[in-house]
């Protein structure tokens, strides 16, 4: 399993890169990342390697509502079927990796997990560098439309890594910055990187991943990992840990310096994108809408608007593929409850905002038995992403990124630190806490 747990992530990672710079164009490849993710689950299924607690019957039940909903969306309002089977994977595809995934994350795999981040973050770096140097047209900043794509008034390319879009890169961002954090709240000799040089060259890349990227999400997620690390090193009670999260405040200038170095406009942008009297009322906006919006923008409906309407790869083919969205909102649980109806869709997303915050609390519980401090600004950032960002409009790398990320949590309460794998007996461990 912990094989498939791999293959997922890397296949996430440069799913992207494949889309945009070997075959851009064939929108099939959106969902490359599926397969050993489809794989995991029919593993899983024959071996009976899953978690059968509560959390099984709360995925269940969620997915029956909304596969419910949208039966009566196709035979009450015309909704088109090849629509509500988009819009069902995108709600529901994923959220089986939160049963399957954390039976097989021990220590070791979880190690290996953060090992892989901090180390990746290097050549990513060197990319998003070269990404931010080279004009929008540069093959580097291709689309996976293949045309160039940059800050909308400026001729900034977007910095997105290997993926092909900001918000994708962004989720992988901050959660590597999440680990990065975690890894400087352990003592020294439990660290997955021993070497001081190496660490401090990691955080150091990690971040500037992020600044250079002049993207407001992906810095914002970036300083909400920093955030929960802040909290955790609290939680900790360690002076130490207090330190190390300080030493990291006095870094970044560093790293924001050397963005100026890199790209004077792009760290314009970037701080005009903060700063900026109409983004700041802007900034304010989407706070209080991401906040909030759910309950007070959309109008009353039983049936809704039909699952998956505000999905880009509903109306693939069609000219106003991208129009659709904005057409409902670009909010995520705005739109949730627009597409599913107002019963339905205040369910889903209050469903949403719960699991969210108690992940929070399991993760502070998590940190003060002694495993994983990673688990605390890990559950930060994918708190933000899944309450104030996407998780259903492209949700084969939103989704799929943050449940990966939660089952990292999962997977530090189901084995904590130096506890064996008992993968040999799923059926004891997958009883053990339902």
């Known amino acids: 399993m912990a094989r498939f747990f791999f293959a997922s992530f890397w296949t996430i990672v440069f799913t992207g890169a494949v889309r945009k710079w070997l075959f851009p164009g064939v929108s099939i490849f959106y969902l490359l990342q599926d397969v050993p993710i489809g794989l995991a689950y029919l593993y899983a299924l024959f071996n009976g390697f899953f978690d059968r607690g509560y959390l099984l019957l709360g995925v269940i039940f969620l997915s029956g509502v909304l596969i419910l909903q949208g039966l009566m969306q196709i035979v009450f309002s015309g909704l088109n079927f090849f629509v509500a089977v988009v819009g069902i994977h995108n709600y529901l595809f994923y959220l089986p990796i939160l049963v399957v995934f954390p039976l097989c994350l021990t220590e070791k795999y979880r190690r290996n997990f953060v090992w892989w981040n901090l180390i990746l973050s290097i050549p990513m770096c060197l990319l998003a560098i070269a990404q931010a140097v080279s004009p929008k047209q540069a093959w580097v900043n291709r689309t996976s439309e293949g045309d160039a794509f940059g800050l909308p008034g400026a001729d900034v390319a977007r910095v997105v890594g290997t993926f092909n879009f900001t918000v994708f890169y962004g989720v992988w961002v901050g959660m590597a910055v999440a680990l990065c954090m975690g890894e400087w709240l352990l003592p020294k000799e439990r660290r997955v990187i021993q070497k001081n040089w190496l660490m401090i060259l990691c955080t150091f890349t990690v971040n500037l991943c992020h600044l250079v990227s002049a993207s407001r999400s992906a810095i914002a997620l970036a300083a909400m990992s920093i955030l929960g690390a802040l909290v955790a090193a609290i939680v900790l009670g360690s002076a130490r840990a ?82 659709f969205t904005y057409t409902l909102s670009e909010g995520d649980t705005i739109r949730n409850v627009m597409e599913l109806g107002t019963p339905v869709g205040l369910f889903y997303v209050l469903t949403r905002i719960v699991f969210l915050f108690s992940m929070v609390f399991l993760s502070v519980k998590i940190v003060r038995s002694g495993t994983a401090p990673h688990v605390l600004p890990l559950s930060f950032i994918l708190l933000a992403q899944a309450y104030q960002g996407d998780l259903t409009r492209a949700a084969t790398m939103t989704a799929s990124q943050v449940m990966v990320g939660y089952a990292f949590i999962l997977g530090a309460y189901y084995y904590p630190d130096h506890t064996p794998s008992l993968e040999p007996s799923a059926g004891e461990l997958s009883t053990r806490y339902a």
Not at 277 to 290: H, I, P, Q, S, W
Request: no cysteine; glycine share 12%.
């Open 242 to 323: 207090i330190m190390a999260i300080v030493g990291i405040f006095v870094l970044l200038p560093v790293a924001a310096g050397m963005t100026y170095v890199i790209s004077p406009a792009e760290f314009n942008i970037v701080l005009e994108r903060f700063t900026g009297e109409r983004y700041v009322a802007d900034n304010k906006n989407r706070l209080t809408d991401g906040l909030i919006g759910f309950a007070t923008i959309p109008e009353f409906s039983v049936i809704g608007a039909g699952i998956g309407m505000g999905v880009d790869a509903s109306h693939v083919g069609n000219e106003d593929t991208y129009n």
